[in-house]
Protein backbone atom coordinates (compact mmCIF):
# COMPACT_ATOMS: atom_id res chain seq x y z
CA UNK A 1 0.00 0.00 0.00
CA UNK A 2 1.59 3.44 -1.10
CA UNK A 3 1.11 6.15 0.77
CA UNK A 4 2.12 9.95 0.98
CA UNK A 5 2.22 12.07 4.19
CA UNK A 6 2.41 15.95 4.27
CA UNK A 7 5.08 17.45 6.82
CA UNK A 8 6.27 21.11 7.45
CA UNK A 9 10.48 22.00 7.38
CA UNK A 10 12.23 24.89 9.39
CA UNK A 11 15.64 25.94 8.73
CA UNK A 12 18.23 28.77 8.77
CA UNK A 13 17.33 32.46 6.37
CA UNK A 14 20.25 31.57 4.72
CA UNK A 15 19.89 27.90 3.50
CA UNK A 16 16.52 28.47 2.84
CA UNK A 17 17.91 31.21 0.32
CA UNK A 18 20.22 28.14 -1.16
CA UNK A 19 16.89 25.72 -1.13
CA UNK A 20 14.61 28.25 -3.20
CA UNK A 21 17.53 28.80 -5.76
CA UNK A 22 17.84 24.67 -6.13
CA UNK A 23 13.83 24.49 -6.42
CA UNK A 24 14.01 26.97 -9.13
CA UNK A 25 17.00 25.02 -11.16
CA UNK A 26 14.99 22.06 -10.56
CA UNK A 27 11.64 23.16 -11.57
CA UNK A 28 13.06 24.72 -15.26
CA UNK A 29 14.67 21.20 -15.52
CA UNK A 30 10.98 19.81 -14.88
CA UNK A 31 9.61 22.39 -17.74
CA UNK A 32 12.26 21.42 -19.89
CA UNK A 33 11.80 17.80 -19.63
CA UNK A 34 8.33 17.59 -19.98
CA UNK A 35 8.61 19.58 -23.44
CA UNK A 36 11.27 17.53 -24.82
CA UNK A 37 8.95 14.59 -24.22
CA UNK A 38 6.00 16.09 -25.85
CA UNK A 39 7.99 16.46 -28.65
CA UNK A 40 9.69 13.31 -28.78
CA UNK A 41 6.32 11.07 -28.25
CA UNK A 42 5.06 12.77 -31.54
CA UNK A 43 8.05 11.73 -33.34
CA UNK A 44 7.92 8.18 -31.61
CA UNK A 45 11.51 8.56 -30.29
CA UNK A 46 12.98 5.23 -28.73
CA UNK A 47 14.68 5.82 -25.53
CA UNK A 48 13.69 9.12 -24.81
CA UNK A 49 15.03 9.62 -21.24
CA UNK A 50 18.35 8.97 -22.74
CA UNK A 51 17.92 11.89 -24.92
CA UNK A 52 16.35 14.57 -22.40
CA UNK A 53 18.86 13.20 -19.47
CA UNK A 54 21.86 14.28 -22.04
CA UNK A 55 20.33 17.67 -22.57
CA UNK A 56 19.29 18.65 -19.28
CA UNK A 57 22.91 17.69 -18.23
CA UNK A 58 23.78 20.25 -20.67
CA UNK A 59 21.47 23.44 -19.69
CA UNK A 60 21.86 22.42 -15.64
CA UNK A 61 25.19 21.32 -15.26
CA UNK A 62 25.47 22.82 -11.58
CA UNK A 63 22.35 20.46 -10.78
CA UNK A 64 23.31 17.23 -9.06
CA UNK A 65 22.33 14.09 -11.65
CA UNK A 66 20.16 12.66 -9.30
CA UNK A 67 17.84 15.82 -9.04
CA UNK A 68 17.88 15.52 -13.22
CA UNK A 69 16.76 11.90 -13.18
CA UNK A 70 14.01 12.97 -10.97
CA UNK A 71 12.93 15.99 -13.12
CA UNK A 72 12.20 13.43 -15.54
CA UNK A 73 10.22 11.42 -13.17
CA UNK A 74 7.84 14.43 -12.52
CA UNK A 75 7.63 15.58 -16.49
CA UNK A 76 6.62 12.09 -16.95
CA UNK A 77 3.54 12.48 -14.35
CA UNK A 78 2.02 15.34 -16.93
CA UNK A 79 -0.05 14.49 -19.41
CA UNK A 80 1.00 15.22 -22.66
CA UNK A 81 -1.93 14.90 -24.96
CA UNK A 82 -3.33 18.40 -23.55
CA UNK A 83 -2.08 21.27 -22.52
CA UNK A 84 -0.50 21.94 -18.59
CA UNK A 85 -0.15 25.47 -17.40
CA UNK A 86 3.04 25.13 -14.82
CA UNK A 87 1.98 26.79 -11.36
CA UNK A 88 -1.37 26.47 -11.84
CA UNK A 89 -3.81 27.01 -14.72
CA UNK A 90 -6.72 28.55 -12.64
CA UNK A 91 -4.16 31.05 -11.27
CA UNK A 92 -2.97 32.14 -14.63
CA UNK A 93 -6.15 32.54 -16.08
CA UNK A 94 -6.85 34.97 -13.84
CA UNK A 95 -3.56 37.20 -14.17
CA UNK A 96 -4.66 37.30 -17.80
CA UNK A 97 -7.73 38.51 -17.23
CA UNK A 98 -5.65 41.68 -16.37
CA UNK A 99 -8.71 42.84 -13.24
CA UNK A 100 -6.44 43.41 -10.37
CA UNK A 101 -3.79 46.06 -9.82
CA UNK A 102 -1.36 46.83 -7.12
CA UNK A 103 -0.79 44.67 -4.48
CA UNK A 104 -3.98 41.66 -4.99
CA UNK A 105 -2.22 41.63 -8.25
CA UNK A 106 1.47 40.53 -6.97
CA UNK A 107 0.25 38.41 -4.52
CA UNK A 108 -1.76 36.89 -7.13
CA UNK A 109 1.79 36.69 -9.26
CA UNK A 110 3.78 35.70 -6.26
CA UNK A 111 1.28 32.76 -5.37
CA UNK A 112 1.95 31.72 -9.07
CA UNK A 113 5.59 32.30 -9.59
CA UNK A 114 5.95 29.81 -6.13
CA UNK A 115 3.81 27.28 -7.65
CA UNK A 116 5.80 27.10 -11.10
CA UNK A 117 9.18 27.73 -9.77
CA UNK A 118 8.77 26.24 -5.99
CA UNK A 119 9.56 22.12 -6.82
CA UNK A 120 12.50 20.15 -5.31
CA UNK A 121 11.88 16.45 -6.04
CA UNK A 122 14.45 12.87 -5.17
CA UNK A 123 13.00 9.83 -5.74
CA UNK A 124 13.67 7.15 -2.97
CA UNK A 125 16.72 4.10 -3.47
CA UNK A 126 16.29 0.65 -1.28
CA UNK A 127 20.23 0.92 -2.30
CA UNK A 128 22.55 1.08 0.95
CA UNK A 129 24.24 4.41 -0.38
CA UNK A 130 20.72 6.06 -0.81
CA UNK A 131 19.75 5.22 2.46
CA UNK A 132 16.21 5.21 1.13
CA UNK A 133 16.83 8.33 -0.38
CA UNK A 134 20.33 9.78 -1.69
CA UNK A 135 19.31 13.58 -2.07
CA UNK A 136 16.42 14.18 -0.05
CA UNK A 137 16.83 11.74 3.26
CA UNK A 138 15.46 11.92 6.99
CA UNK A 139 18.08 11.59 9.51
CA UNK A 140 18.64 12.61 13.11
CA UNK A 141 20.29 15.48 14.08
CA UNK A 142 20.55 16.42 17.83
CA UNK A 143 18.23 13.95 18.78
CA UNK A 144 15.49 15.59 16.54
CA UNK A 145 14.23 14.68 12.85
CA UNK A 146 15.94 16.27 10.31
CA UNK A 147 15.85 15.95 6.13
CA UNK A 148 19.00 16.64 4.63
CA UNK A 149 18.98 18.15 1.05
CA UNK A 150 21.49 17.87 -1.03
CA UNK A 151 22.27 20.97 -2.82
CA UNK A 152 25.91 20.03 -4.27
CA UNK A 153 28.82 18.02 -4.29
CA UNK A 154 29.03 16.89 -0.61
CA UNK A 155 27.07 19.91 0.34
CA UNK A 156 23.60 19.81 2.30
CA UNK A 157 21.00 21.85 4.26
CA UNK A 158 19.53 20.32 7.21
CA UNK A 159 16.11 21.23 7.67
CA UNK A 160 14.17 20.58 10.30
CA UNK A 161 11.04 18.52 10.22
CA UNK A 162 8.06 19.38 12.08
CA UNK A 163 5.29 17.14 12.15
CA UNK A 164 3.12 15.09 14.84
CA UNK A 165 0.42 12.71 14.12
CA UNK A 166 -3.03 13.51 14.69
CA UNK A 167 -4.30 10.44 16.14
CA UNK A 168 -3.71 6.61 15.96
CA UNK A 169 -4.23 5.96 12.65
CA UNK A 170 -2.14 8.63 11.04
CA UNK A 171 0.51 6.64 8.45
CA UNK A 172 2.95 8.59 10.23
CA UNK A 173 3.38 6.93 13.11
CA UNK A 174 4.27 3.81 10.36
CA UNK A 175 6.74 6.25 8.77
CA UNK A 176 8.65 7.02 11.51
CA UNK A 177 8.88 2.67 12.60
CA UNK A 178 10.08 2.31 9.12
CA UNK A 179 12.34 4.65 9.62
CA UNK A 180 13.74 3.80 13.19
CA UNK A 181 13.83 0.42 11.95
CA UNK A 182 15.58 1.20 8.92
CA UNK A 183 18.35 2.93 10.68
CA UNK A 184 18.80 0.38 13.39
CA UNK A 185 19.27 -2.84 10.65
CA UNK A 186 20.51 -1.06 7.61
CA UNK A 187 17.62 -2.64 6.09
CA UNK A 188 16.59 0.22 4.01
CA UNK A 189 13.34 1.08 1.95
CA UNK A 190 12.74 3.52 -0.49
CA UNK A 191 10.86 6.60 -0.15
CA UNK A 192 10.17 9.73 -2.20
CA UNK A 193 10.38 13.23 -1.14
CA UNK A 194 8.71 16.55 -2.50
CA UNK A 195 9.67 19.39 -1.43
CA UNK A 196 7.33 22.81 -2.40
CA UNK A 197 7.27 27.14 -1.71
CA UNK A 198 4.00 28.38 -0.15
CA UNK A 199 3.34 31.57 1.01
CA UNK A 200 7.40 31.38 1.70
CA UNK A 201 7.45 28.34 3.66
CA UNK A 202 8.88 25.18 2.84
CA UNK A 203 6.37 21.61 2.53
CA UNK A 204 7.13 18.68 1.98
CA UNK A 205 5.62 15.31 1.07
CA UNK A 206 7.06 11.64 1.87
CA UNK A 207 5.44 8.88 -0.63
CA UNK A 208 6.54 5.08 0.66
CA UNK A 209 5.37 2.13 0.29
CA UNK A 210 3.66 0.28 3.83
CA UNK A 211 4.56 -3.51 4.14
CA UNK A 212 1.54 -5.75 5.10
CA UNK A 213 3.73 -8.85 7.15
CA UNK A 214 1.51 -11.57 8.13
CA UNK A 215 1.03 -11.65 11.86
CA UNK A 216 3.50 -14.25 13.35
CA UNK A 217 3.69 -14.14 16.82
CA UNK A 218 0.37 -14.95 18.60
CA UNK A 219 -1.28 -15.38 22.28
CA UNK A 220 -1.03 -18.65 21.25
CA UNK A 221 2.09 -18.98 22.86
CA UNK A 222 1.46 -16.59 25.86
CA UNK A 223 2.23 -12.67 25.71
CA UNK A 224 4.33 -9.97 27.03
CA UNK A 225 2.13 -7.94 28.75
CA UNK A 226 2.84 -3.98 29.53
CA UNK A 227 1.46 -1.72 32.57
CA UNK A 228 2.29 2.02 32.03
CA UNK A 229 2.96 3.62 35.68
CA UNK A 230 3.20 7.16 36.88
CA UNK A 231 4.58 6.97 40.34
CA UNK A 232 8.08 6.39 39.76
CA UNK A 233 7.18 6.65 36.10
CA UNK A 234 8.39 2.94 34.37
CA UNK A 235 7.33 0.18 32.31
CA UNK A 236 6.14 -2.82 34.42
CA UNK A 237 6.41 -6.17 31.66
CA UNK A 238 5.63 -9.30 32.41
CA UNK A 239 5.86 -12.59 30.08
CA UNK A 240 2.96 -14.61 30.73
CA UNK A 241 2.96 -18.77 29.74
CA UNK A 242 -0.40 -19.80 27.14
CA UNK A 243 -1.81 -21.17 30.45
CA UNK A 244 -1.55 -17.99 32.70
CA UNK A 245 1.43 -18.81 34.78
CA UNK A 246 4.20 -15.86 35.10
CA UNK A 247 7.76 -16.64 33.52
CA UNK A 248 9.62 -13.70 33.95
CA UNK A 249 9.59 -9.94 34.34
CA UNK A 250 11.50 -6.62 34.61
CA UNK A 251 10.90 -2.70 34.68
CA UNK A 252 12.03 -0.09 32.77
CA UNK A 253 12.67 3.58 33.97
CA UNK A 254 11.44 6.60 31.91
CA UNK A 255 12.93 9.49 34.12
CA UNK A 256 15.25 9.72 31.07
CA UNK A 257 12.80 11.10 29.10
CA UNK A 258 11.35 13.91 31.27
CA UNK A 259 14.18 16.55 30.07
CA UNK A 260 13.92 15.86 26.67
CA UNK A 261 12.29 17.84 24.01
CA UNK A 262 9.80 16.28 22.17
CA UNK A 263 11.44 15.38 18.84
CA UNK A 264 14.34 13.79 21.24
CA UNK A 265 11.52 11.99 23.20
CA UNK A 266 10.12 10.63 20.06
CA UNK A 267 12.82 8.90 18.93
CA UNK A 268 13.94 7.75 22.39
CA UNK A 269 10.06 6.66 22.51
CA UNK A 270 10.54 4.47 19.30
CA UNK A 271 13.44 3.17 20.34
CA UNK A 272 11.85 1.59 23.09
CA UNK A 273 8.82 0.52 21.19
CA UNK A 274 11.23 -1.74 19.09
CA UNK A 275 12.84 -3.25 22.05
CA UNK A 276 9.85 -4.51 23.42
CA UNK A 277 8.48 -6.01 20.58
CA UNK A 278 12.18 -7.47 19.69
CA UNK A 279 11.33 -8.87 22.79
CA UNK A 280 7.76 -10.46 22.15
CA UNK A 281 9.56 -11.54 19.25
CA UNK A 282 12.38 -13.53 21.07
CA UNK A 283 10.06 -14.67 23.38
CA UNK A 284 7.10 -16.10 20.43
CA UNK A 285 4.71 -13.85 22.05
CA UNK A 286 2.02 -11.49 21.32
CA UNK A 287 2.10 -7.85 23.11
CA UNK A 288 -0.99 -7.17 25.65
CA UNK A 289 -1.58 -3.47 26.74
CA UNK A 290 -4.10 -1.71 28.74
CA UNK A 291 -7.20 0.18 26.12
CA UNK A 292 -5.92 3.76 27.60
CA UNK A 293 -7.94 6.23 26.36
CA UNK A 294 -6.54 8.72 28.05
CA UNK A 295 -3.88 9.32 31.08
CA UNK A 296 -5.20 10.50 34.10
CA UNK A 297 -3.48 13.49 34.53
CA UNK A 298 -5.00 14.67 37.87
CA UNK A 299 -6.35 18.29 38.86
CA UNK A 300 -5.08 21.22 39.86
CA UNK A 301 -5.43 21.70 44.03
CA UNK A 302 -5.51 17.93 44.17
CA UNK A 303 -1.76 18.56 46.00
CA UNK A 304 -0.06 16.47 43.40
CA UNK A 305 1.96 19.09 41.40
CA UNK A 306 4.74 16.68 40.72
CA UNK A 307 2.55 13.73 39.56
CA UNK A 308 0.81 15.86 36.86
CA UNK A 309 4.41 17.78 35.85
CA UNK A 310 5.56 14.22 35.06
CA UNK A 311 2.12 13.11 33.29
CA UNK A 312 2.24 16.06 31.26
CA UNK A 313 6.04 15.63 30.20
CA UNK A 314 5.53 11.67 29.07
CA UNK A 315 1.80 10.94 27.29
CA UNK A 316 1.78 7.20 27.36
CA UNK A 317 -1.19 7.07 24.82
CA UNK A 318 0.95 8.21 22.23
CA UNK A 319 4.05 5.77 23.34
CA UNK A 320 1.54 2.88 22.91
CA UNK A 321 0.63 4.44 19.37
CA UNK A 322 4.32 4.12 18.62
CA UNK A 323 4.55 0.56 19.95
CA UNK A 324 1.25 -0.68 17.93
CA UNK A 325 2.76 0.89 15.08
CA UNK A 326 5.77 -0.85 15.41
CA UNK A 327 4.26 -4.51 16.44
CA UNK A 328 2.06 -4.29 13.32
CA UNK A 329 5.24 -3.71 11.01
CA UNK A 330 7.38 -6.59 12.66
CA UNK A 331 4.10 -9.39 12.76
CA UNK A 332 3.45 -9.13 16.13
CA UNK A 333 -0.24 -9.27 17.61
CA UNK A 334 -1.22 -6.40 20.18
CA UNK A 335 -4.36 -7.19 22.35
CA UNK A 336 -5.99 -4.13 24.31
CA UNK A 337 -7.66 -5.46 27.38
CA UNK A 338 -10.26 -3.37 29.67
CA UNK A 339 -7.34 -1.95 32.38
CA UNK A 340 -10.03 -1.95 35.07
CA UNK A 341 -9.34 -2.94 38.81
CA UNK A 342 -6.01 -4.54 36.99
CA UNK A 343 -3.54 -2.95 39.54
CA UNK A 344 -5.96 -3.31 42.47
CA UNK A 345 -6.26 -7.01 41.47
CA UNK A 346 -2.34 -7.31 40.77
CA UNK A 347 -1.72 -5.80 44.12
CA UNK A 348 -4.06 -7.44 46.52
CA UNK A 349 -4.20 -11.48 44.62
CA UNK A 350 -0.39 -11.73 43.18
CA UNK A 351 2.09 -9.15 44.19
CA UNK A 352 1.69 -10.94 48.19
CA UNK A 353 1.68 -14.48 46.60
CA UNK A 354 4.66 -14.02 44.16
CA UNK A 355 6.67 -11.72 45.80
CA UNK A 356 7.04 -9.37 43.25
CA UNK A 357 6.20 -5.82 42.95
CA UNK A 358 2.77 -4.03 42.48
CA UNK A 359 3.20 -3.30 39.44
CA UNK A 360 4.26 -6.05 37.82
CA UNK A 361 1.63 -7.73 39.22
CA UNK A 362 -0.67 -5.35 37.46
CA UNK A 363 0.95 -6.03 34.27
CA UNK A 364 1.02 -10.06 35.11
CA UNK A 365 -3.15 -9.48 35.18
CA UNK A 366 -3.18 -7.67 31.82
CA UNK A 367 -1.34 -10.38 30.65
CA UNK A 368 -3.68 -13.05 32.16
CA UNK A 369 -6.91 -10.54 31.27
CA UNK A 370 -5.51 -10.50 27.65
CA UNK A 371 -5.23 -14.45 27.42
CA UNK A 372 -8.90 -14.68 28.43
CA UNK A 373 -8.31 -15.53 32.13
CA UNK A 374 -11.04 -14.56 34.63
CA UNK A 375 -9.52 -13.13 38.39
CA UNK A 376 -12.19 -15.03 41.32
CA UNK A 377 -11.52 -13.29 44.24
CA UNK A 378 -9.49 -15.97 46.94
CA UNK A 379 -11.91 -17.52 49.76
CA UNK A 380 -9.76 -15.78 52.74
CA UNK A 381 -10.50 -12.48 51.42
CA UNK A 382 -13.99 -13.28 50.71
CA UNK A 383 -14.39 -14.18 54.20
CA UNK A 384 -12.75 -11.06 55.17
CA UNK A 385 -15.65 -9.12 53.24
CA UNK A 386 -18.19 -10.80 55.22
CA UNK A 387 -16.67 -10.69 58.63
CA UNK A 388 -18.16 -7.66 60.49
CA UNK A 389 -15.71 -7.39 63.36
CA UNK A 390 -13.11 -6.98 61.04
CA UNK A 391 -14.89 -3.97 58.83
CA UNK A 392 -15.98 -2.34 62.10
CA UNK A 393 -12.28 -2.32 63.13
CA UNK A 394 -11.36 -1.26 59.84
CA UNK A 395 -14.05 1.66 59.93
CA UNK A 396 -13.10 3.12 63.04
CA UNK A 397 -9.33 3.15 62.02
CA UNK A 398 -10.72 5.24 58.92
CA UNK A 399 -12.77 7.68 61.15
CA UNK A 400 -9.15 8.53 63.84
CA UNK A 401 -7.61 9.20 60.74
CA UNK A 402 -10.08 11.30 59.64
CA UNK A 403 -10.29 13.36 62.19
CA UNK A 404 -6.54 13.28 62.40
CA UNK A 405 -6.64 14.74 58.58
CA UNK A 406 -9.11 17.84 59.63
CA UNK A 407 -6.88 18.74 62.17
CA UNK A 408 -4.06 18.81 60.03
CA UNK A 409 -5.62 20.46 57.41
CA UNK A 410 -7.05 23.27 59.85
CA UNK A 411 -3.05 23.75 61.34
CA UNK A 412 -1.51 23.70 57.81
CA UNK A 413 -0.66 27.19 56.39
CA UNK A 414 1.40 26.09 52.99
CA UNK A 415 -1.44 25.70 50.22
CA UNK A 416 0.39 22.64 48.10
CA UNK A 417 0.36 20.45 51.85
CA UNK A 418 -3.03 21.59 52.82
CA UNK A 419 -4.32 20.86 49.52
CA UNK A 420 -2.30 17.15 49.40
CA UNK A 421 -4.33 16.85 53.33
CA UNK A 422 -7.59 17.60 51.60
CA UNK A 423 -7.58 15.20 48.95
CA UNK A 424 -6.05 12.50 51.39
CA UNK A 425 -9.38 13.56 53.49
CA UNK A 426 -11.49 12.90 50.23
CA UNK A 427 -10.20 9.27 49.97
CA UNK A 428 -10.60 8.66 53.51
CA UNK A 429 -14.13 10.01 53.39
CA UNK A 430 -15.03 7.51 50.37
CA UNK A 431 -13.42 4.82 52.28
CA UNK A 432 -15.57 5.05 55.08
CA UNK A 433 -18.50 5.47 53.35
CA UNK A 434 -17.45 2.08 51.17
CA UNK A 435 -17.14 0.06 54.61
CA UNK A 436 -20.40 1.94 56.15
CA UNK A 437 -22.37 0.38 53.12
CA UNK A 438 -20.83 -3.03 53.16
CA UNK A 439 -21.21 -3.04 56.88
CA UNK A 440 -24.89 -2.51 56.57
CA UNK A 441 -25.51 -4.88 53.62
CA UNK A 442 -24.30 -7.55 56.48
CA UNK A 443 -26.41 -6.40 58.83
CA UNK A 444 -29.21 -8.83 58.13
CA UNK A 445 -26.69 -12.05 58.11
CA UNK A 446 -25.39 -13.76 60.97
CA UNK A 447 -22.03 -12.25 62.54
CA UNK A 448 -20.36 -16.13 61.89
CA UNK A 449 -20.32 -17.84 58.74
CA UNK A 450 -21.34 -21.22 59.05
CA UNK A 451 -20.20 -24.15 57.20
CA UNK A 452 -17.27 -26.57 57.54
CA UNK A 453 -14.78 -23.94 55.50
CA UNK A 454 -16.01 -20.42 57.36
CA UNK A 455 -18.71 -19.65 54.16
CA UNK A 456 -22.08 -20.01 53.97
CA UNK A 457 -23.08 -22.23 51.39
CA UNK A 458 -26.07 -20.16 50.52
CA UNK A 459 -24.19 -17.20 49.65
CA UNK A 460 -21.52 -18.91 47.46
CA UNK A 461 -18.77 -16.87 46.20
CA UNK A 462 -18.80 -13.14 45.38
CA UNK A 463 -21.38 -12.65 41.87
CA UNK A 464 -19.30 -12.03 39.01
CA UNK A 465 -21.45 -8.83 38.30
CA UNK A 466 -20.19 -7.52 41.69
CA UNK A 467 -16.59 -8.85 42.04
CA UNK A 468 -14.94 -5.70 40.55
CA UNK A 469 -16.90 -3.26 42.92
CA UNK A 470 -15.69 -5.93 45.54
CA UNK A 471 -11.99 -5.49 44.74
CA UNK A 472 -12.10 -1.70 45.23
CA UNK A 473 -14.47 -2.42 48.50
CA UNK A 474 -11.35 -5.38 49.32
CA UNK A 475 -8.60 -2.54 48.42
CA UNK A 476 -9.91 0.04 51.06
CA UNK A 477 -10.90 -2.55 53.92
CA UNK A 478 -7.31 -4.33 53.85
CA UNK A 479 -4.58 -2.17 52.84
CA UNK A 480 -4.66 1.20 55.29
CA UNK A 481 -6.22 -1.04 58.19
CA UNK A 482 -3.53 -3.36 58.31
CA UNK A 483 -0.28 -1.89 56.34
CA UNK A 484 -0.87 1.41 57.03
CA UNK A 485 -0.52 2.84 53.56
CA UNK A 486 -3.41 3.25 51.17
CA UNK A 487 -0.52 2.17 48.09
CA UNK A 488 1.98 0.50 50.11
CA UNK A 489 5.03 -1.08 47.77
CA UNK A 490 5.87 -3.74 50.11
CA UNK A 491 2.26 -6.16 50.35
CA UNK A 492 4.09 -9.49 51.58
CA UNK A 493 2.32 -9.26 54.93
CA UNK A 494 -1.19 -9.94 53.18
CA UNK A 495 0.60 -13.51 52.11
CA UNK A 496 -0.56 -15.16 55.42
CA UNK A 497 -4.19 -13.96 54.92
CA UNK A 498 -4.28 -14.61 51.35
CA UNK A 499 -2.53 -18.14 51.04
CA UNK A 500 -2.60 -19.73 54.10
CA UNK A 501 -6.29 -19.01 55.38
CA UNK A 502 -5.40 -17.86 58.96
CA UNK A 503 -7.62 -14.75 59.33
CA UNK A 504 -9.76 -16.09 62.05
CA UNK A 505 -6.96 -16.41 64.14
CA UNK A 506 -5.53 -13.30 63.11
CA UNK A 507 -8.98 -10.96 63.48
CA UNK A 508 -9.01 -11.07 66.99
CA UNK A 509 -5.27 -9.96 67.76
CA UNK A 510 -4.90 -6.77 65.76
CA UNK A 511 -3.38 -3.92 67.14
CA UNK A 512 -2.24 -0.69 66.23
CA UNK A 513 1.20 0.23 64.50
CA UNK A 514 3.08 3.07 65.87
CA UNK A 515 2.74 3.94 62.12
CA UNK A 516 -0.65 3.21 62.38
CA UNK A 517 -1.35 -0.27 60.88
CA UNK A 518 -1.85 -3.41 62.47
CA UNK A 519 -0.21 -6.44 63.22
CA UNK A 520 -0.97 -9.91 64.82
CA UNK A 521 0.74 -9.60 68.40
CA UNK A 522 2.20 -13.40 67.21
CA UNK A 523 4.27 -14.46 64.40
CA UNK A 524 1.89 -16.18 61.61
Known amino acids: MFVSLQFKLEMKKEDKEKLIKLMRKQSSAIRVAYNMLKELEKEKTKNPHAQIYHRLRQLFPELPTRYIDSAIYKA ?58 LLLRFTELNGKLHLRITTG ?58 PMPKVKHTKENGVIAIDINASPIHLAIAEVSKTGELLSYQTISLHHLLGLSQNSKDHQEWILAHRIVDLAIQKGKAIAIENLKKLKKG ?141 QSLQSEPSSCEGANGRNPKQGRVAKTTLQSAWQVLKVALLFPILGKVLPRDLSPLKPVLVEGLWDRVRSRLVPLEAGGTVPTRDF
Open 153 to 210: SREFIYAKVLREPSNSKDKWLTFMAMLLESWQTKNYFAYTVELKLRDGEIYGSVSFEI
Open 76 to 133: KQYPTDKPVVFGSKRLFEKLCKNHLTGKAREKLKKQWRELRQGTLIAIGSKHKTAQGN
Open 299 to 439: MRGDGKAELRKRLHQWNAKKFLQKLKRVAMLKGVEVIEVNPAYTSIIGMLKYAPQLHIDKDVAGAYVIGRRALGFKEDMPENYERLLKDKAYLEFALKRYEKREEELRELTEKESNEYKKNALKSELRSVENARKLLINLI
